[in-house]
């Protein structure tokens, strides 16, 4: 599902801020993770995960609100953090949504 501009921007901005809050973050353990993801104020609820993954950990967001698409897929290591915005529908869980290659656009720090 296409995300409109609005929510094109609103994802630029949760990347940055999730990225720098990751970088400053000691390791890339998914309980570090994880309470860097709630200290900037994204609800338990909202958040599925972390979870390990190769080298590090994973976490997705659902930030969709008033009938929004927003979601994002991170990838934490010890060096570089991946946030990947895309859409889904309200009537599936954001982790549930495949995706092509082509949908994929990262933003790393």
């Not at 995300?3 to 000691?26: M, N």
């Not at 390791?27 to 994204?42: D, I, K, S, T």
């Not at 994973?58 to 009938?67: A, Q, S, V």
């Amino acid at each position: 599902m296409a995300l409109s501009d609005v929510e094109k921007c609103a994802a630029r901005a949760h990347t940055r801020r999730i990225t720098d809050a990751l970088g400053k973050t000691p390791g890339a353990a998914p309980a570090r993770v994880g309470e860097a993801l709630r200290g900037l104020g994204y609800l338990p609820e909202r958040i599925d995960g972390p979870r390990r993954s190769a080298g590090g950990a994973g976490f997705t967001l659902d930030l969709r609100i008033m009938g929004g698409h927003l979601c994002l897929d991170g990838t934490v290591t010890g060096t570089a953090t991946t946030v990947v915005p895309y859409g889904a529908s309200p009537q599936v869980a954001c982790r549930e949504v495949r995706r092509s290659a082509a949908d994929v656009t990262s933003s790393r720090a």
